[in-house]
């Protein structure tokens, strides 16, 4: 599967943002889905997942209450709807997928798209 990241950019303090990542190849609905950010030196973290059914999400401690990870099956799409957003939260955003495993570890995805940047200004 092909994975392509969109929907970032710059926002202010307490704004708001969607990104979406959108699936090429296998048939979608067979991934789980996730979503990592990388903020400028420092390590690779986990934001939140989605099973293939979509039924089930985590989250990061960091941004429960404030993201929200949905997807779209008929779409081949996942999202990630960013609230209250922080400068804490400026980073590159990557989506990921994998055929059988949707927990925090992205040594676990097998596949993942380019990465999109969020930049939030205080």
């Known amino acids: 599967v092909q994975l392509q990241a969109s929907g970032g950019g710059s926002v202010q303090a307490g704004g708001s943002l969607r990104l979406s990542c959108a699936a090429s190849?296998?048939?979608?609905?067979?991934?789980?889905m996730a979503w990592f950010r990388q903020a400028p030196g420092r390590d690779r973290e986990f934001v939140a997942s989605i099973r293939r059914s979509g039924v089930s999400t985590t989250y990061a401690d960091s941004v429960k209450g404030r993201f929200t990870i949905s997807r779209d099956n008929a779409k081949k799409t996942v999202y990630l709807q960013m609230n209250s957003l922080n400068p804490e939260d400026t980073a590159v955003y990557y989506c990921?997928?994998?055929?059988?495993?949707?927990?925090?570890?992205?040594?676990?995805?097998?596949?993942w798209g380019q990465g999109t940047l969020v930049t939030v200004s205080s």
């Open positions: 190849g296998r048939t979608f609905s067979f991934y789980a």
């Open positions: 990921a997928a994998d055929e059988s495993y949707a927990g925090s570890s992205g040594l676990q995805y097998d596949y």
